[in-house]
């Protein structure tokens, strides 16, 4: 619980259906609230004594609610130097516009934070945002809040995005949701869409984080690759890009391998072996994970995945010479943009027919990715290693590879 109260003061209790939702969104954020009803006309001392005594009472911040001749904020801020935040309220004669001029029109020196006509939510959260400046708690209640704000307005594009990129494809019920993706059924069985997040995660999930703009970053990336890699004989499960967070993808069933190709020592590499990061291998190696959170994710060789049963030794081929073959495709394209491929982790998936094609995502978030000249690191390891500077690293990729 915060320290502070918040004081909501409404001038009738006519106005309890505006004043409300400021309650209700303080009480949200674990802000407590005293409601109170005062008339800067019909009972003016009470409001005076109320606002001189508020800040010894333990308020932070008083919001005030009155309509029409809508005076109490001003005489509520008249009384006390705490903020004050008016609610001018709706009536039935101005829609609420001479609420809002009574308002807002303070002389000087007495200010009053006016927010829109029952502009409720916004005062409480404009009051949480003051107590905010000294409670950290309360800060990242605030910034967690404006995050699912952000989430729920990008899923409403999303949903509407297949229309807008000329398809007629529907967006039905989530079928999965992992550490950095969402994949949804649409009414074509053979076909998804991979919604991706800007929620970043390590060390199997024991980190967590948001890295913002994340999602759009890997979305665009991550096509353009499978687009370079298409035209270049590497099946992918790519069909179409729908908005800038949202592509519209084959239906696969995943191979549990992740597949790891290294150029360059770094990360567990260099630590299971005890060899400093940075050492260029003559050859590219490559290694199998079983894909699997709750083993952590165990090395494994091509004999275990077959005594697993997780793919045929042909499709262990298959996965080997494509992975390589990705490799050769990107480190060129990267090194073009002044970028060291480092190494990746690739993930395969299975076709109705059977076919291995490459699916997942190839991204900063996959991939370890080094400024040529500085080795500067320009991938997660900066959220990993809470080295700093993680949104602009991804940016950056994004404006080297694309141009944005």
């Known amino acids: 619980m915060v320290s502070k109260k918040i004081a909501v003061v409404m001038g009738s209790d006519s ?5 409300e939702k400021a309650v209700r969104q303080l009480e949200a954020l674990g802000i407590e609230t005293e409601a109170r009803v005062m008339s800067a006309h019909r009972t003016p001392e009470a409001a005076r004594n109320f606002a001189l005594t508020a800040r010894e009472a333990g308020f932070g911040a008083i919001i005030a609610a009155a309509g029409k001749a809508a005076h109490l904020a001003g005489a509520l801020a008249a009384a006390s ?12 004669t101005l829609d609420g516009l001479d609420a809002l001029l009574s308002t807002v029109q303070m002389p000087s020196g007495i200010p009053v934070a006016t927010v829109a006509i029952d502009g409720a939510q916004n005062a409480a959260l404009l009051a949480a945002q003051m107590l905010a400046i000294y409670d950290g708690e309360l800060a990242a209640r605030l910034d967690e809040l404006r995050r699912e704000m952000e989430a729920a307005t990008l899923e409403k594009d999303c949903a509407k995005s297949s229309k807008r990129r000329g398809t007629d494809m529907e967006k039905l019920e989530q079928l999965y949701e992992g550490k950095a993706k969402k994949v949804y059924a649409t009414d074509d069985p053979a076909l998804c869409i ?34 370079m890699l298409e035209q270049n004989g590497v099946p992918t499960h790519y069909v179409q890009e729908l908005s800038d967070r949202e592509t ?10 992740e597949v790891i190709i290294r150029n360059i020592s770094a990360g567990s590499f260099a630590k299971r072996y005890g060899v400093a ?41 298959t ?5 390589f073959r990705v490799n050769e495709l990107l480190k060129a394209l990267l090194l073009s943009h002044g970028i060291e491929l480092v190494d990746f982790k690739l993930e395969f998936g299975r076709l109705p027919d059977g076919s291995i094609v490459l699916a997942d995502e190839i991204s900063p978030d ?29 940016q950056e990729v994004m404006r080297r590879l694309i141009g944005e």
Not at 202 to 212: D, P, Q, S, V, Y
Not at 287 to 292: A, G, N, V
Not at 319 to 323: G, H, L, N, P
């Open 366 to 394: 996959t991939c370890r990715f080094w400024d040529v000249e500085t080795h500067e690191k320009l991938d997660k390891d900066r959220f990993r290693r809470d080295l700093g500077g993680v949104e602009d690293a991804y």
């Open 319 to 323: 996965i080997k010479r494509y992975a």
């Open 194 to 227: 991979v919604s991706y997040k800007d929620d970043a995660t390590a060390f199997n999930g024991e980190k967590r984080g948001t890295i913002l703009g994340k999602g759009v970053i890997n979305n665009r990336l991550t096509n353009s690759f499978m687009r």
């Open 277 to 317: 990061e940075g050492i260029v291998f003559d050859a590219p190696t490559i290694e199998f994970s079983y894909k699997d959170d709750a083993l952590g994710d165990p090395l494994i060789n091509s004999y275990h995945a077959l005594a697993l049963k997780l793919a045929t030794a042909e499709e262990i081929e």
């Open 248 to 257: 519209l993808v084959k239906k696969v069933s995943i191979v549990p391998l």
């Open 81 to 92: 130097t705490l903020p004050v935040i008016g609610i001018p309220v709706k009536s039935s």
């Open 15 to 19: 106005d309890w259906p505006v004043v």
